[in-house]
């Protein structure tokens, strides 16, 4: 399924460069969303978007950023990488509708940062 | 406010041993639950909900009010199903949440 697709899949990159990480999706839904993941905590919502006009912090916004360019985009940046930025970041959709619709993700992007 | 609880990190079983994940959750109504797989190096895929009350790949969980639990079940491991397994509550836009609540997952090892 490759419905929600993130670009690119893994990144290498340097303390304090700026970085973004994409996500398009052809499942026409409203809804989009970034997580990371981090073993031992599970998946954290970093941002969330209802529309394109709607942009909502998550759990653990703090150092990221996100761009709603266009319903099938979902853009996640990092100003200035820290180290501790290093994890596993997934894209997510839903579709509008009842709050209970289930949630398609992206193959996930591997960031890394020295 | 709303939480999702799997008290296992790590569930190792034999091969042809039954499974059971186990979940609990604190919500204000009455939920609808997820549980998502993630097999390794590979996307989440959502294994199976509540409403659907179907059997994926032999896998059950009923919902249970009075325990507050959504526990999965399959009566005998397979080797394929060695993954991560998330539970996941769906937003509570009663209570003004409107993300979805992981747990921090349980990893099932099935052993050959």
């Known amino acids: 399924d490759a419905d929600v697709t993130q670009t690119p899949r893994n990144r290498i990159t340097k303390t304090g460069k700026r970085i973004m990480l994409e996500c398009s999706q052809t499942?026409?839904?409203?809804?989009m969303y970034w997580y990371r993941q981090d073993p031992g905590l599970g998946l954290r919502l970093i941002y969330y978007s209802f529309d394109v006009k709607d942009i909502n912090k998550g759990e653990i916004s703090d150092g990221y950023s996100v761009s709603r360019q266009a319903q099938a985009k979902f853009s996640l940046s990092l100003e200035s990488a820290i180290p501790n930025q290093t994890a596993l970041y997934f894209c997510?959709?839903?579709?509008?509708?009842?709050?209970?619709?289930?949630?398609?993700f992206g193959d996930g992007t591997r960031l890394s940062i020295l | 406010a709303q939480r999702v609880t799997q008290p296992e990190k790590l569930l190792s079983v034999f091969k042809g041993a039954p499974v059971e994940l186990k979940c609990n959750y604190s919500?204000?109504?009455?939920?609808?639950l997820f549980w998502y797989v993630q097999y390794s190096r590979q996307r989440l895929q959502l294994l199976l909900r509540?409403?659907s009350r179907e059997s994926i790949k032999g896998f059950t969980a009923d919902l249970n009010k009075g325990e507050t639990s959504f526990h999965l079940k399959k009566p005998f491991a397979q080797e394929e199903d060695s993954a991560m397994y998330y539970c996941?509550?769906?937003?509570?836009?009663?209570?003004?949440?409107?993300?979805?609540?992981f747990g921090k997952g349980t990893k099932l090892s099935v052993i050959p």
């Open positions: 997510a959709t839903s579709d509008a509708g009842p709050w209970d619709q289930p949630q398609h």
């Open positions: 919500y204000s109504g009455s939920p609808e």
């Open positions: 996941a509550l769906p937003p509570d836009s009663g209570a003004g949440s409107y993300q979805l609540t």
């Open positions: 499942k026409g839904h409203d809804r």
């Open positions: 509540h409403i």
